[in-house]
């Protein structure tokens, strides 16, 4: 059996979002093993995911929400930039391009290795200081991609409720806010760059919202000039 047939229903949603235009038809829908989850991948055109993620958080979720995911992850293919996941090799190319340059390999002035330790640092510290800032923007993108798109292609009201069932699902606990913890997640594991549920499920409700009240000014607008 291959591999499309044993996810038959992500692969319909898939193939259904494409068919609307959501979704664009050269993108690819690939089983990958050194994905942890699932991932846009702007670079290679193509949305992977985990067969033992999908099976074990997706596989009984609503149509809805595998939608909601398929969408949110073409925000990231879209949206995204597919030179962000560089940023944090960064430092540790400046690490080989100073410490391996010939000046530093003889004796050199003494203060000049401390200066560029701290220099390094510096830039370490901004580096990825912008690139958690960076992944924080791309979530909100890439969810506000997948709710405009429930709303006006599948007339639900509430994206937010979507949005906020699956993460729930998928994040015991609410993680911290992108902008805290900064100095602390650069040593953790597996770094919590997203932004906490309660502030995407806000903003996208806030857009909603927004949308409705637009479409209603408009809609008194035209029935005046009649």
Not at 65 to 92: D, Y
Not at 169 to 182: E, Y
């Amino acid at each position: 059996m291959s591999w499309p047939d044993r996810d038959t229903r992500l692969y319909r949603i898939f193939r259904e979002l494409q068919e609307k235009g959501l979704i664009d038809r050269r993108r690819r829908l690939i089983r990958c093993t050194f994905t942890p989850s699932i991932r846009g991948c702007p670079a290679l055109n193509c949305i992977r995911y985990r067969r033992s993620f999908y099976e074990k958080n997706l596989s009984e979720a609503s149509d809805d929400i595998l939608r909601f995911v398929l969408l949110h992850e073409e925000g990231h293919a879209r949206k995204g930039s597919s030179l962000l996941s560089a940023l944090p090799a960064l430092p540790v190319l400046l690490c080989f391009m100073f410490f391996c340059h010939p000046f530093l390999q003889t004796e050199g002035l003494p203060v000049t290795k401390p200066i560029l330790i701290a220099l390094l640092l510096l830039i370490a510290f901004f580096a990825y200081r912008t690139y958690y800032h960076r992944m924080c923007d791309e979530e909100f993108t890439a969810d506000r991609y997948a709710a405009d798109a429930m709303r006006r292609c599948y007339r639900v009201r509430d994206p937010g409720a979507l949005l906020q069932n699956l993460l729930s699902a998928l994040i015991p606990g609410a993680p911290v806010s992108c902008n805290r913890g900064l100095i602390s997640a650069l040593f953790r594991a597996e770094p919590n760059y997203r932004p906490s549920i309660a502030e995407r499920v806000e903003r996208v409700r806030d857009r909603a919202a927004s949308r409705d009240r637009s479409l209603a000014a408009h809609r008194t607008g035209s029935g005046l000039s009649r």
